[in-house]
């Protein structure tokens, strides 16, 4: 049974404009979500984390939302770069330290 | 930022060999390191904790016997695919929690097992 869900396994976006990721999660006891990157042959990189009692969190030009009682995050990433091209995926920590990820979204910025 | 290593990152071997994977926290000390497995356009899939100086907690359905893991110092963690077959083929990654940031993780770069 797949916790946590990322319904787009692929995304296009315009160069510069804003590009959506999103995620659904089902169990209610998960308290802080992660996003990270990764590109073909490589560990994911960390971007951006929200813990449960803040609804948003911003870095540069990446703002994470979180919506509890729809049990969903979002990643905004804008203005959008040929460089963000690449598999985002969603996790959440179970327990102390358990990450429980999302299936990816392929992310295509087309310049 | 805390980096992890993996060696080797691409290793070809022939089916009912053993293999082994080398996880590396080069700038801190990792309590706690993980393994996962990655298939073609799918999720990591976490496939063990590894605890410095005990025994790996393993997650349903991965044979431990057939995946062994041992974390003998702060900075190291070995998984050994024994007897591998062609379904053993897949991407793996390690993980490594510094404890000072106990809620992060920090990925090696992975290791590609093709078995034939």
């Known amino acids: 049974d797949q916790q946590v869900k990322q319904n787009s396994p692929s995304l296009s976006v315009q160069e510069g404009r804003i590009s959506i990721l999103n995620c659904d999660y089902t169990n209610s006891m998960f308290d802080y979500f992660l996003w990270y990157k990764k590109y073909p042959a490589e560990g994911p990189t960390f971007l951006i984390s929200?813990?449960?009692?803040?609804d948003k969190n911003e870095d540069g030009r990446f703002t994470v939302f979180l919506n509890k009682s729809a049990k969903h995050l979002s990643l905004h990433i804008v203005p959008s770069q040929p460089g963000d091209s690449a598999v985002y995926f969603c996790?959440?920590?179970?327990?102390?330290?358990?990450?429980?990820f999302g299936t990816g979204t392929r992310l295509k910025v087309l310049a | 930022g805390a980096v992890v290593s993996q060696h080797p990152s691409w290793v070809i071997c022939k089916s009912g060999t053993s293999v082994k994977i080398e996880c590396r926290s080069l700038d801190f000390q990792a309590t706690t390191m993980f393994w996962y497995r990655q298939f073609p356009k799918q999720s990591l899939m976490l496939m063990a904790t590894?605890?410095?100086?005990?025994?790996?907690?393993?997650e349903q359905g991965v044979e431990k016997d057939k995946f062994l893991i041992n974390h003998a110092s702060l900075t190291l963690s070995t998984l050994t695919v024994t007897s591998a077959h062609p379904e053993d083929s897949s991407f793996y990654i390690c993980s490594a929690l510094d404890r000072f940031h106990y809620n992060e993780q920090f990925f090696g770069p992975g290791t590609r097992l093709t078995v034939l």
């Open positions: 929200i813990s449960s009692i803040k």
């Open positions: 996790a959440a920590l179970s327990g102390t330290y358990k990450y429980i």
């Open positions: 590894s605890n410095e100086g005990s025994k790996a907690t393993y």
